[in-house]
């Protein structure tokens, strides 16, 4: 039976092979150390739970919910954006709660785009990015480049060989899966050039709070004059180790938010109450379990870093974000991330992400998170180390298993 229209358009889910291997190793009874999916490991924190308990018990808050956010989470959003990023919001018109950031972006891809709609987006990134508007029907140009000096040029590239004119200019920084970080003069240029050439910036930015050398990420959104022209996407998950609490923002520019709203109002009913009032609670505190979250996922770096280093892989240390944008070790470089992620799966009980399940230009790369303990990335990297020093002596058995099934 031939595949329906949408679904045809997407390409094989290349996390699913790894996945399927890493279930087929646990069933044999093998300890995989899953360092590939970002989910992270860390509870959230006691007083935003508690907070969750206590209004649950309410039969009030057990009705529908506001798909648009409660009052209470828009303002605490606004402040938090106030207070973080010295960036003013009107709660009620600039900020909107969605149901995590991925669905927020999929929600804005169905809101805006018209069939043939080009967006231009970086490659590699995280996969909602293209496919959320593929998915709505439009085309996706690839920018292959970094927050830097070359930037610029290729969008003008993007523009020059896209009919039509490009539709929006997705960001992403820190960035999923590279962990590369923009400045605020960056994002000056890119907001510059976006209203010179009426584009809109939808920018990612769930990895604002974790960050390692002292310099918080900046917004888009504290350029002047950049709310004309932008939506920014947030997060909770990583933030306050909610990820299936499912809670994240969209804030920016009226039309657009008041687009997503309306889109949003026909497709959900908004978080669960209790989770929306605890999420406030999170937003409206001292900081002090974000900087605790934070402090983890930098000492797990810096294991990290440092175990694999001695392991023989070198890991360049990111700057933000809770992965490591690993490049294959040279011996196994031309199997592509794929076969590399099996391999150390089969034979090192590691999993990692294959880079190319972000983009083809990803595929010389995986994607390492921090969502394992400090001992546990030490065994990893004794296992690899295991495998390394094997493979060298044996290199002609270090093809995947799963090429021979």
Known sequence: MEEFHKVRRLPPYVFEQVNRLKASARSRGADIIDLGMGNPDLPTP?????????????????????????????????????????VKLNP?????????????????????????????????TYPIHAFGFIMSG?????????????????VERGIRHSIPKPLALILNYPSNPTALVASLDFYKDVVAFAK???????????????????????????????????????????????PGWRMGFAVGNERLISALTRVKSYLDYGAFTPIQ???????????????????????????????????????????????????????????????????LIEHADVAVAPGVGFGEHGDDFVRVAL?????RIRQAARNIKRFLATSAKQPNNVVPLSAHR
């Not at 991925?102 to 785009?113: D, L, S, V």
């Open 46 to 86: 006691k007083a935003i739970v508690d907070k969750l308990c206590e209004v649950v018990r309410d039969p009030r808050t057990h009705r529908y919910s506001s798909s648009r956010g409660i009052p209470g989470l828009r303002r605490a959003q606004a402040a938090y954006y106030q207070r973080r990023f010295g």
């Open 92 to 124: 009620d018109t600039q900020v909107v709660a969605t149901l995590g950031s991925k669905e927020g972006f999929a929600n804005m891809a169905q809101a805006i785009t018209a069939p043939g709609d080009v967006i231009l987006c970086p490659n590699p």
């Open 138 to 154: 439009g085309v996706i140009r690839s920018l292959q480049v970094e927050p830097d000096d070359h930037f610029i040029p290729a």
């Open 196 to 242: 010179k050439n009426d584009i809109i910036i939808l920018s990612d930015l769930a990895y604002s709070e974790i960050y390692f050398d002292g310099n918080p990420p900046p917004s888009v959104l504290q350029v002047p004059g950049a709310i004309d022209v932008c939506v920014e996407f947030t997060s909770m998950s990583k933030t306050f180790s909610m």
């Open 277 to 343: 009032v605890a999420a406030a609670h999170a937003l409206n505190g001292d900081g002090a379990d974000i900087a605790e979250v934070r402090d983890i996922y930098h000492k797990r770096r810096d294991v990290m870093v440092d175990a694999f280093g001695r392991a023989g892989w070198t890991i360049p240390a990111p700057a933000a974000s809770m992965f490591a944008w690993a490049p294959i070790p040279e011996p196994f470089h031309h199997l592509g991330s794929l076969e590399f992620s099996k391999l």
């Open 371 to 375: 969502v394992e303990n400090e001992h």
